[in-house]
Structures are given as structure tokens and as C-alpha cells.
């Protein structure tokens, strides 16, 4: 299901570790190993700053990623891709959670490993 | 459109240089199709013609683009009107006005008659409502709605009493968790802050009737709405928290389902002691996801800046990131009115898939069994969908209250999570230099094991046996047990860990208060050596030492 342009959605920036290394589905990520996955602080700084241009509201960055915020329009200007409702409630671009970087600058686009939605969560009540 | 005020409005309680707030929330009402303002509409506004204030689509995507670039930040947009929120001077030059605070009569809970204060603006005669005549707004917006203080009449402080065996808060949760005889020594929490990242928090009379402290909901990507819990969740859970640490100061981060991982990272940029989420999603085996990875850097990082981190084990999930390494993962443990315990068959218990020798749960809080665990009286927002959805039947697979009470029979992990959130609370309040891990070994230490039952079949009901298993990990919370354990570690050498990492370089700064190596400089000095804290620990879990006497 298609989303009005002005309803304002979200998703999760994760950006590449300062040695250009991102997690793979398999990789451990904890405390110990955290190090390994870090971006560079530059990095962060330049990446936050490039999303906030074009139109985006940024959250805190904690870990390798940071949350971009904005009406679906923007997601599809900057993305160059609509954004759909899926059956669970959740977000996805053409390809499915994770969206294509290539519209992105490519200044932009080389300091990420994914911009991603995330799926509703189940409460555990 | 109401016309500009041409004197000030004066109420009993009179006007002053009151303070504002920081951050001011408002409901911006783009042009109707109707043609005539809803702040002017002379007659009740009701289902019958609510579609004439509603606004052409590209009207509303054009004011929304302006607030923003303005400024603002747009929460939500609606057919009617677009959520912002903002400070004042914001809203002073978007829409050349003056703000002020007015206190006017009011009624609180409990039918208290005092004042509230009230946001206002110069603009019109019409309470709290702004006008954009004059400036650019004035083509795109009718009038600007300012929030206003609501208080609480549907519910009660007291829970609706059922016959059926159930436990109460927070009475019967601290005396199952055995926190009661830490409260009884002084531990009570005070002095932490615990972030709970859920659905909301609702101001319910029963938090406002026994004096719990809780900051002003921090919205998450996403969110809107920070006085409503429209799900009732995290509003019913922090029950269970304040139940085992009634003086920790609450940090509700309500997330919108879009969004978690955001919401996660705005609690651990509060730098709290502790956070609690009652949330995940079922992840029997890898890959993990970009979003999942997203989130266990996050989570990660979180407890590498000294941050307690509790994720419930599921409900038959294999919940992630209930099974992440660095997390204190809830599971449950039903106690029956004869005091008997068994693992709950509504809880998860497995070895993770995705991370080698990782056992689900660490241990348990208080959980109800199957077939819907209602097994928790917690109150809730009035008529919100867990108020509705638990409502209508009889006992077990209804709570046999109202639909619209504020009050709901409820557990699961959910329930487990901030239970062990408030014994980590009251640990590290008794010893403040303790890191996420010595939290967790210690709550595990002390807990009660649990030899009964076995965990939820959907994660292949392993039974419960004497000693650590993967029904119950190593049992049912003792907050009193860990916090003398606790205590006697601040008295002795307490170990050092290996340098803590930055939350992530250069990203998200933390205060010092949550850190491992942010030990409180007028803590007690050590005064045992490592041998005889060993051997105090030991006396203490095995049960042959009360700990009273320990400061």
C-alpha cells in the first residue's frame, strides 16, 4: 500500500566502520567487538549533516547508525523510490527494507553500509 | 478568522511572568474545504461534518513543508491538522505573536481544585489559539492550536478486585521478586534513572497517587502524541518497575512502530542507569538483518557506556535482542498462591542460534502461563487497545475487567523485563561503580532457582532442573539477595574491568553518570579484601547471612 506523500516516516542510517568494514548478517556485534564496526567520528558529522540538507530530522547516533525522519515525499525525492506499506505494518522501498544508495551524492553514499526500515516489533505481553 | 485581541484576557488566578515551557506542542490547522475555519465554527463539531475541516491533500503537504523549514518539528500529520512542536521563540517569529503563561482554575485527579497553566498567545480572543494573519503562513493555515494541561477522571488509583489468583502491584510483584525487604533497608531505587523505551506513558492516577517519579515522554522517531499511551503497554509495564524500585526516576521514550532502533537510541542518549524494553522480534537463527545489526550496535554500545540493558526473552519468540550477549534477557517464572514456583509455559527458553553458548534467559521476573499469562493487574490507559483487547471474557483468557477502566490483567516477558530493570536499579543504587556486567552476574547469582515446569513450547519446553537451565536460566529474581551482594561489593575491591570503549567514536557523548568508571568519588572506600567478600557473597546466596547489618 502506497503512502500519502506528508505522512512522515522513518528509518535507520548505518554507516561504514572507519576501516570501510560493515556487519554481515552473521557478524557479532557486542561491547567487546564493537570497536571493529565504529565510524569515524568525521564520518558521522559529515553523514548526519548531508540528510539534515535535504530535509531529513536526525536522531542521536548511537553504535554505527542514527534515524532519519520525514514526510514519505522526501524519502522518495532523495531516494529516488516510493516508499509502501507492508502486511505486517511495516516499511519498504522497491527492493524491501533497505533502500538503493544510488541517488544518494556520492560523498553521502560511500560513508554507508544501509539506509534501512525497521520492522514493527512484537510486544511482549 | 478570529480577529486579533485587543486587550489581555485576565482569570482568577491573574497572568504573570510565568515560565515557559521549552518546548511548546501545538495542533496547526491548514485552511478547511468547508470554507469556514474550525475556530470559527460556531456550532458543535461533531461526526456529522468533521469532513469539512479536513484539508486538501496538497494544502496539508505544503503547510506541513513550511512549519518545517520554518522550524518546527512535525510530529504528525492528520486530515484536520499537522502535530508541531517547537520552543517558543519559534513560535513568536513564525507567526509574530507573543507567548505567555496564564494560570486558570482547574480540577485535577482526585478532584483537587488549583490551578493549571495554560499556554497563550496575544493573537485572539479565543483561548489558546494562535493566528498566522500577517504572516506567510496566512495562506496555508486557518489558526494554530496551542496544547493544553489534561487530567485524569476515568480511572481509579485502586485496581478493580477479581477472584481469580492474580498478582497486584505493587504489593504482591515486590514481595514475589522479594525487593520489599531491600525497600525495608533503604534501597529503593533512589537516585537512578531507568529509560523504558515502549508505546507511551500515561500519567494514570494510581503513579499520581503514590507520588512516582516520572520525566516527560520523550517522543521517538516517528511518534506523536507524548500525553497518550494509545497502546497501553509501556504505561502498564512501568508498573512492574516501580513496583520493585519505587524511587528510580522513570525516562519514558514512547517509539512509533516504524522505528524502533531510533526510539532505543534516544533513551541511551538520556544516559540513563538502566534501560528496559519490553519489544523484539522472533529470530530463530541468522542472518541478522541490516536492522537487526543496527540495533545490536546500538544495544552494544550502550553497555560499553556503562548502560544496563534488559530485553525480555519472548513469549515463544526467539526474541532478539532478548538473546544478544551483552543484554540481561527477562524470562519468566510463574509463582502460584501457595508461594510455589515454576517456569512459565507462556516464556521463552533456548540456546541462541545466532550467537554461540548464549543461554535464553539470564533469569526471570514474575510471569502468568499460558494460554494469555494474565496474571498482573496493571493500570493503563482508559479504553486504549490492551484495556479493550483484554477485556470481555472470563478468566484465563479474559481479565474480567472494563474495556474503558484503566485497569488490565497482563505479564508475559514484558512484565519479566522491567521487574529485573527495577532489582538492576536498586543493585546499582547499592553499589553505583558496577558495570552492566557485574550487574547482571550478580542478579544472577542471587536468584531463587526454580526446579518445576518447563518454558514455552514453542522454543521446545526445556524443563526446569536444580541448578542454571534454559527453562528459567538461573530463576526467580531476589532483589534483596543482590543487593546485599551489592552492597558487600562496594565494600570490598570491586573488579576492574578493561577500559570502556566510547558509545561509538566521536557519536553520541554520554554523561558520566551511567559509566562503569563514573564510581560515585563519596562511595565508601574499600574495606574488605577480595577473600572476604568472596566468602560474605557466598554466605549471603546461600542464604545464611541477612545482610541487615551492612550499611
Same mark, same amino acid.
Not at chain 2, 475 to 486: C, N, R, S, Y
Not at chain 2, 532 to 540: F, P, Q, S, T
Given at each position: ?9 522513518? *528509518? ?6 572507519? =576501516? =570501510? ?13 564493537? *570497536?571493529?564496526? *565504529? ?10 549533516? $548531508? ?11 548511537? $553504535? ?24 505486517? $505494518?511495516?516499511? *519498504? =522501498? ?32 | ?120 498567545? &496575544? ?30 477522571? #476515568? ?83 512501568? +508498573? ?25 537510541? +534516544? ?137 474503558? @477502566? ?6 508475559? %516477558? ?31 547469582? %542471587?536468584?531463587? @532457582? ?16 536444580? #541448578?542454571?537451565? &534454559? ?81
Amino acid at each position: 500500500m502506497g503512502l500519502e506523500d506528508e505522512e512522515v516516516i522513518s *528509518a535507520q542510517v548505518v554507516l561504514r566502520s572507519a =576501516g =570501510g568494514k560493515a556487519p554481515d548478517g552473521e557478524s557479532v556485534v557486542t561491547a567487546a567487538t564493537l *570497536a571493529d564496526f *565504529a565510524p569515524a567520528p568525521e564520518a558521522v558529522a559529515r553523514a548526519v549533516e $548531508g540528510f539534515r540538507e535535504s530535509g531529513f530530522q536526525v536522531g542521536s547516533a548511537v $553504535g554505527n547508525s542514527f534515524s532519519i525522519t520525514a514526510p514519505a515525499g522526501t524519502f522518495r525525492r532523495v531516494f529516488g523510490a516510493p516508499v509502501h506499506r507492508t502486511e505486517r $505494518g511495516g516499511l *519498504a =522501498g522497491p527492493d524491501g527494507e533497505t533502500l538503493r544508495l544510488d541517488d544518494l551524492p556520492g560523498e553521502i553514499s560511500r560513508l554507508l553500509a544501509a539506509v534501512t526500515f525497521v520492522p514493527p516489533p512484537d510486544l511482549l505481553a | 478568522m478570529p480577529i486579533r485581541k485587543t486587550t489581555s484576557r485576565t482569570t482568577a488566578a491573574g497572568t504573570g511572568a510565568l515560565p515557559v515551557p521549552e518546548r511548546i506542542y501545538a495542533q496547526a490547522s491548514p485552511h478547511s474545504v468547508g470554507g469556514v475555519s474550525m475556530f470559527d465554527a460556531q456550532d458543535r463539531i461533531d461526526s456529522s461534518v468533521a469532513a469539512s475541516f479536513f484539508s486538501e491533500g496538497d494544502l496539508l503537504l505544503r503547510a506541513a513543508s513550511m512549519l518545517r523549514e520554518a522550524g518546527f518539528d512535525v510530529l504528525q500529520v492528520s486530515p484536520a491538522s499537522i502535530n508541531i512542536a517547537g520552543p517558543r521563540e519559534l513560535y513568536q517569529q513564525a507567526f509574530a505573536t507573543r507567548l505567555y503563561v496564564e494560570q486558570r482554575p482547574v480540577i485535577k485527579e482526585f478532584g483537587e481544585e488549583t490551578v493549571g497553566e495554560f499556554i497563550d498567545s &496575544t493573537d485572539t480572543e479565543m483561548p489558546g489559539l494562535i493566528s498566522p494573519r500577517g504572516t506567510p503562513f496566512a495562506d496555508v493555515l486557518e489558526g494554530i492550536a496551542i496544547e493544553e494541561p489534561r487530567y485524569f477522571m #476515568g480511572a481509579s488509583m485502586f485496581a478493580p478486585p477479581r477472584s481469580y489468583w492474580h498478582m497486584r502491584v505493587p504489593g504482591d510483584v515486590s514481595l514475589g521478586c522479594n525487593a520489599d525487604r531491600a525497600h525495608r533497608v533503604g534501597v529503593t531505587g533512589s537516585g537512578v534513572r531507568v529509560a523504558m523505551v515502549d508505546t507511551g506513558w500515561f500519567r494514570h492516577p494510581y503513579f499520581v497517587g503514590r507520588g512516582y517519579h516520572a520525566a516527560p515522554v520523550v517522543l521517538g522517531p516517528g511518534a506523536a502524541n507524548p500525553l497518550a499511551d494509545e497502546v497501553g503497554h509501556g504505561t502498564g509495564e512501568s +508498573a512492574n518497575l516501580f513496583a520493585v524500585a519505587p524511587d528510580v526516576e522513570l525516562l519514558p521514550v514512547k517509539m512509533s512502530f516504524v522505528n524502533t532502533i531510533g526510539a532505543f537510541n +534516544a533513551a541511551v542518549a538520556l544516559a540513563p542507569h538502566v534501560i528496559t524494553c519490553s519489544w523484539g522480534s522472533d529470530k530463530r537463527k541468522g542472518p541478522l538483518t541490516a536492522a537487526d545489526q543496527a540495533l545490536a550496535a546500538a544495544v552494544a554500545a550502550a553497555v560499553a557506556a556503562g548502560i544496563t540493558v534488559v530485553f525480555s526473552a519472548g513469549n515463544g519468540h526467539w526474541s532478539f535482542p532478548g538473546q544478544h550477549p551483552d543484554v540481561i534477557s527477562a524470562g519468566g517464572v510463574f509463582m502460584a498462591p501457595d508461594e510455589s514456583l515454576r517456569a512459565s509455559d507462556y516464556a521463552s527458553g533456548f540456546m541462541s542460534a545466532i550467537y554461540p553458548e548464549r543461554r535464553v534467559p539470564d533469569l526471570c521476573g514474575l510471569v502468568g502461563m499460558l494460554p494469555r499469562a494474565a496474571y498482573i493487574m496493571l493500570p493503563l490507559d482508559p479504553g486504549d487497545q490492551m484495556d479493550v483487547g483484554t477485556a470481555g471474557s472470563a478468566h484465563p483468557d479474559g481479565d474480567e475487567t472494563a474495556p474503558d @477502566d484503566g485497569w488490565a490483567c497482563f505479564s508475559g %516477558t514484558s512484565a519479566a523485563a522491567p521487574q529485573l530493570a527495577g532489582a538492576a536499579a536498586l543493585v546499582k543504587q547499592a553499589c553505583p561503580a558496577l558495570t552492566p556486567a557485574e550487574v547482571r552476574a550478580i542478579l544472577m547469582s %542471587t536468584a531463587r @532457582d526454580v526446579t518445576a515446569g518447563t518454558c514455552s513450547p514453542s522454543t521446545g519446553g526445556n524443563a526446569a532442573v536444580a #541448578g542454571p537451565d &534454559t527453562a528459567t536460566g538461573n530463576g526467580l529474581v531476589d532483589a534483596h539477595k543482590a543487593v546485599m551482594v551489592a552492597k558487600l561489593r562496594c565494600l570490598g575491591p570491586v573488579p576492574s574491568d578493561a577500559p570502556v570503549p566510547p558509545v561509538a567514536q566521536g557519536i553520541a557523548p554520554m554523561s558520566g553518570t551511567a559509566g562503569p568508571g563514573a564510581a560515585d568519588p563519596a562511595a565508601p572506600r574499600p574495606r574488605l579484601s577480595a577473600r572476604e567478600v568472596r566468602e560474605l557473597e557466598a554466605m549471603i546466596i546461600d542464604g545464611g547471612i541477612s545482610g541487615a547489618g551492612l550499611p
